[in-house]
């Protein structure tokens, strides 16, 4: 099956840094990746939608300075927190959209832990 | 209101126990809606998919979507302690510019204990 990886799978940053999340589609190609957050015991908000080689589209109340996305290939979509603060401590998760296969067509990676101190 | 409705639980019954997870939408231009199966601290995997209004049955899970209602379930017979997840339901649009994204319920927790 579809195979999504994130890198890394958990991060410790200190207050202030930036943090680059890695999201790649293994075995097929993915012209939409989609970038998920997840507080405890709570459901996956979407961030933002990345197409490849265009501007990530950000849904309301998502700082797009904050969170840069890009989708610069098929396979690769990288998510930077810049200037992370302990508020942005959160599961972040990636899903990637093989658009040859239909709309359930979507893949979740392992998602990236991210605990800013 | 939130778009999809879903009783956060924790839901915990014995193994071999029927289960029903139910959600309710407000969007009525969701046509597709999915069960995900997550598992602490990974990623969630796709259990189940409809399209529009209607049964679908995939071994021991069974998908219900009525959009006069609004209303889906995900039924689990025979359950195993295997499936204690977080279940997670989720409404998609057919087409345009929200094609794709995917709106989720909260999450029910469920525990099958031994």
């Known amino acids: 099956g579809a195979v999504v990886s994130q890198h890394p799978s958990w991060v410790i940053c200190k207050s202030g840094t930036s943090v680059k999340i890695e999201c790649r589609s293994l075995d097929f190609q993915a012209t939409t990746m989609f970038w998920y957050r997840q507080f405890p015991k709570q459901s996956l908000m979407l961030m933002a939608t990345s197409n490849e080689g265009s501007k990530a589209t950000y849904e309301q109340g998502v700082e797009k300075d904050k969170f840069l996305i890009n989708h610069a290939s098929l396979t690769l979509s990288t998510l930077t927190v810049t200037s992370a603060h302990p508020e942005d401590s959160s599961f972040y998760i990636c899903?990637?959209?093989?658009?040859?296969?239909?709309?359930?067509?979507?893949?979740f990676g392992p998602g990236t832990r991210l605990l800013v101190l | 209101q939130k778009e999809v409705e879903q009783d956060p639980g924790p839901l915990s019954v014995p193994e071999g126990a029927i289960v029903s997870l139910n959600c309710t939408y407000s969007?009525?231009?969701?046509?597709?809606f999915m069960w995900y199966r997550q598992y602490s601290r990974k990623g969630p995997e796709l259990l189940m998919y409809t399209y529009s209004s209607g049964n679908k049955e995939d071994g021991r899970f069974t998908a219900q979507v009525d959009k006069s209602s609004k209303y889906i379930s995900l039924f689990i017979r025979d359950s195993q302690p295997s499936d204690s997840a977080t279940y997670l339901c989720?409404?998609?649009?057919?087409?345009?510019?929200?094609?794709?994204?995917?709106?989720f319920g909260q999450g029910t927790i469920l525990t099958v204990h031994p």
């Open positions: 969007n009525s231009a969701f046509q597709y």
């Open positions: 899903s990637a959209r093989d658009s040859r296969r239909g709309p359930k067509a979507q893949y």
């Open positions: 989720a409404g998609s649009n057919a087409g345009g510019t929200s094609y794709g994204k995917l709106t």
